[in-house]
């Protein structure tokens, strides 16, 4: 019975990850044209999105992990979220569709209601068994904490609030805006957020004998650390320390 039990936590300590992650303000923002940040602007289907910050670095710093794989999962058409993972390419030149273990769009949203008064986000969730049946190895990166059944909250890893895309810091009195520079940093530099408590939870797993999705909840609990590589090149942390007064907001001490 011990020998059982000891092979069963090690393949879920070990085996298969599936990191997901949503496309709209996750991935991706929506803006108006090519006119500004025409770099990391690409247009499909007559809408323009600019990728978020590090993107492509941090999804490339998780392919190179043993048993992770990648994919994405959006409410977005599917024609849309095709064509638009084909036009963004990697370093060597491999587009998100070409290394994507799954897309999934609109059409495989699980309906739990009909009710016409509720958002399209509580009418339809994003089911993570599509993508992994094993839910101890499956987390969903997304701007939305409840765009899963109940029973798979735990496998998602929040974004934080999302606003309309600013280049640099601007007090704008309207709607989706960020109100102050810390939540304009957070929002733009939310990918190195989500990718450090996964590499703390990688780390955790090689380390503990406890399944992959819990090692993520218990890295919610950690302050975020400039430890990771993708961390230090962009500096995230002293960009947050330098915005606000009040170093807690991440666990500072």
Request: proline share 1%; hydrophobic share 40%; charged share 25%.
């Amino acid at each position: 019975m011990h020998w059982i039990l000891l092979t069963f936590m090690s393949f879920n300590a070990f085996g298969q990850v599936d990191i997901v992650f949503d496309i709209d303000w996750t991935l991706v923002s929506s803006v108006d044209s090519f006119d500004s940040y025409s770099s990391r602007v690409y247009e499909s289907l007559g809408d323009h999105y600019r990728l978020t910050d590090g993107a492509q670095e941090i999804i490339e710093d998780l392919l190179d992990e043993k048993n992770i794989r990648i994919s994405f999962y959006s409410g977005g058409s599917e024609a849309r979220n095709l064509d638009l993972l084909n036009k963004i390419k990697l370093s060597n030149g491999d587009s998100l569709l070409d290394i994507s273990y799954k897309v999934l769009s609109k059409k495989h949203l699980l309906e739990v209601s009909t009710d016409p008064k509720l958002k399209f986000t509580q009418r339809l969730k994003k089911d993570l068994t599509l993508i992994n049946k094993d839910l101890n190895s499956v987390v969903l990166i997304d701007d939305i904490k409840s765009f899963t059944p109940l029973t798979q909250r735990k496998n998602v890893i929040w974004t934080g609030k999302t606003f309309n895309f600013q280049d640099a810091f601007k007090y704008v009195d309207a709607d989706h805006h960020a109100k102050t520079e810390l939540a304009w940093i957070k929002d733009r530099y939310k990918l190195y957020s989500g990718h450090s408590k996964i590499k703390d939870a990688l780390n955790m797993v090689k380390n503990q004998k406890i399944s992959f999705v819990d090692a993520v909840n218990r890295s919610r609990s950690l302050p975020l650390r400039s430890a990771h590589r993708l961390s230090r090149k962009y500096n995230y942390l002293n960009k947050i320390k330098s915005a606000s007064n009040c170093f807690l907001v991440f666990g500072f001490k």
